[in-house]
């Protein structure tokens, strides 16, 4: 509630009437965000499931399946994957998967072209559609292109 009403009498009231928070004018909006925001977050707890398409990733347990086929991820594959998975469908800067992957981004290009080619084979090979697509010159994105 947003109100000028300002006393204990009014914010007793106010609670009693069922509101969730009580918020008195004038007030800053950066406390009020707050406010809404921490409401949001009481009544949308974070899921411990990602879904991209027909691909599910399990955060608790590191798993993943696709169309309810589990695949078979090394440690590595799954960072990447779950880093693609979080900003999908934005496109991720590969410097920001080596940041992510490798302590201080210090990788060879053979060997981050390698670890995308396995990833490649375990999500799309194996499927008629591709969920992982480069964009050269930005980097990677994991989303399902309706045809």
Not at 55 to 80: G, M, T, V
Not at 113 to 128: A, C, E, G, S, T
Request: with cysteine; proline share 7%; glycine share 6%.
């Amino acid at each position: 509630m947003l109100t000028a009403c300002d006393t204990d009498a009014d914010q007793l009231e106010g609670f009693l009437a069922g509101v969730d928070d009580y918020v008195t004018k004038p007030c800053a909006m950066p406390v009020l965000w707050a406010r809404l925001q921490a409401i949001y977050r009481r009544n949308n707890p974070p899921s411990d499931t990602l879904t991209i398409g027909p691909l599910k990733l399990d955060l608790r347990s590191e798993k993943a399946c696709r169309s309810n086929q589990p695949l078979k991820l090394s440690p590595i594959s799954w960072k990447i994957l779950e880093l693609l998975a979080r900003h999908s469908p934005e496109v991720v800067p590969r410097k920001t998967i080596e940041q992510h992957v490798w302590p201080g981004g210090q990788v060879e290009s053979g060997n981050f072209n390698v670890q995308l080619h396995m990833l490649r084979k375990v999500v799309d090979h194996p499927f008629d559609s591709v969920l992982i697509h480069t964009y050269t010159g930005k980097g990677l994105c994991l989303k399902e292109v309706q045809e």
